[in-house]
């Protein structure tokens, strides 16, 4: 029965492992001044100043 338990932890935590669900985390940290730039390349500028 030990492999159920590692099986439903897998499906417990598959949530986390998605890369919608890992961007968005980041994505909302991110500074109102970043995710409201009008281009990519006004955006980049200003994520190269934050980080």
């Given amino acids: 029965n030990g492999h159920n338990l590692k099986h439903r932890k897998f499906h417990l935590n598959m949530r986390k492992n998605f ?3 890992r961007v968005t985390e980041h994505w909302n940290r991110l500074p109102r001044e970043a ?3 009008p281009s990519l ?3 980049k500028t200003r994520l190269g100043v934050i980080l």
Avoid: D, E
């Fill in 19 to 21: 890369l919608t669900v």
């Fill in 35 to 37: 995710v409201g730039s």
């Fill in 41 to 43: 390349q006004i955006f």
